[in-house]
């Protein structure tokens, strides 16, 4: 009676007492009623209690210490598929290789910080309006978009097409579940996430697929709660977060959508802070910067669960792509709008420096260009090549 007492105090009151005698069966019920929030409370406070955290730094640095000696063993590699899975190993090993690649550069390669180039790759087999692109595993993955039909007729596309980095050369991939444009995407380990966008009928859509580039399958998630357009879109702590955005009716969304990948669940939070639309959104340690809209850019801070102001950029700006290198934001492109009150593409290309917190430009691009993407690369080669 207690337990079902404080759930329902929880639901209409947002508020809930944790005690010793209540968080573990508290912990069942928010399991089994699926309330993320309360499940993720009664385990932070479950931790205060035994005092899980020294416990934690104990085995790390145990595990650290001895992780030499163990790999080198017989008894590791003679270990049988219930105690160890393959599976779990690779994922292991690929979030490792990709942790902070740019501050665990190869030693004996080579870094010239000062020579900066453009250097064009393939292109793309097939022209696209409005795809979404990732990189991962050397991979380049450009994502649906609209296709140009017979009959200047623009039709949504479920295409994959992979580029090689190693090769420059552009495959075709596993095909998406539902063709759409103009929606986001974002990776964690191994998998690509797509989310909403719209649709062959032009609605907008609150659909979620997942990409699985091991075993090369697409499969159907849980749904955004709220179905958004343009939104900033970003990957921390095994949660995406979806920032603002528009909805059909061109509105700005006030509003942050969470969604724990493991658990593969949303939550959502009403904020008056966010107006952003058409804005990218870059992460830092902690921080995830949305990038313009306006000219403003804003932080917001995991640990305090705030958002910071930063600097304002040099003009209002939207379609552009933002993308991080070296802990600094490199924004390109967009569209702004000029002295003559019209609307002008842009071939800028600016930094802006977390440290300082201020904006810098770093030259200009080949050509004018919005609603592009751009993503960080790390190239490894026994060559002095520029970077």
Request: hydrophobic share 40%; with cysteine; aromatic share 10%.
């Amino acid at each position: 009676y207690d337990i079902l007492s404080s759930v329902m105090e929880y639901v209409y009151t947002g508020s809930i007492s944790i005690t010793m005698e209540l968080v573990l069966p508290l912990m069942q019920a928010a399991s089994r009623l699926q309330y993320g929030r309360l499940f993720e409370a009664c385990s932070r406070q479950l931790s205060e209690i035994l005092h899980c955290s020294s416990l934690r730094e104990k085995a790390r640095e145990l595990a650290v210490k001895s992780f030499s000696d163990v790999v080198v063993s017989k008894n590791f590699c003679e270990l049988l598929l219930p105690e160890l899975v393959k599976e779990k190993i690779f994922a292991t090993l690929l979030a490792l290789i990709h942790h902070d690649p740019f501050s665990r550069r190869v030693v004996g390669g080579y870094k010239n910080g000062e020579r900066t180039s453009h250097e064009l790759l393939a292109k793309v087999p097939l022209r696209l309006y409005r795809p979404a692109n990732v990189c991962m595993h050397s991979i380049f993955y450009v994502l649906g978009g609209l296709t140009m039909r017979a009959g200047s007729q623009f039709t949504p596309s479920s295409t994959i097409y992979t580029l090689s980095l190693k090769t420059n050369q552009w495959r075709m991939g596993e095909p998406m579940l539902t063709p759409r444009y103009t929606h986001q995407s974002s990776t964690y380990l191994r998998f690509i996430f797509v989310l909403g966008g719209l649709m062959a009928d032009g609605q907008l859509s609150n659909e979620v697929e997942r990409y699985d580039t091991m075993f090369n399958q697409w499969e159907a998630m849980a749904p955004m709660p709220i179905a958004v357009l343009h939104p900033a879109v970003a990957v921390h702590n095994q949660r995406i977060c979806v920032f603002g955005g528009e909805d059909a009716m061109q509105k700005p969304i006030r509003m942050i959508q969470v969604y724990h990948i493991r658990r593969n669940l949303w939550c959502r939070m009403e904020t008056r802070t966010l107006k952003n639309v058409c804005a990218p959104a870059a992460v830092i340690d902690d921080k995830i910067y949305i990038v313009g809209g306006k000219e403003r850019i804003v932080a917001f801070d995991f640990k305090t669960n705030r958002f910071e102001k930063c600097e304002n950029m040099k003009a209002r700006k939207m379609h552009h792509s933002a993308t991080v290198v070296n802990d600094k934001i490199y924004v390109t492109g967009g569209r702004f709008i000029n002295s003559h009150e019209s609307v002008e593409d842009s071939d800028s290309f600016d930094c802006y420096d977390t440290t300082t917190d201020s904006w810098a430009s770093v030259g200009t691009l080949p050509f004018k260009l919005f609603d592009h993407g751009s993503v960080p690369l790390v190239y490894l080669s026994d060559k002095l090549l520029p970077t």
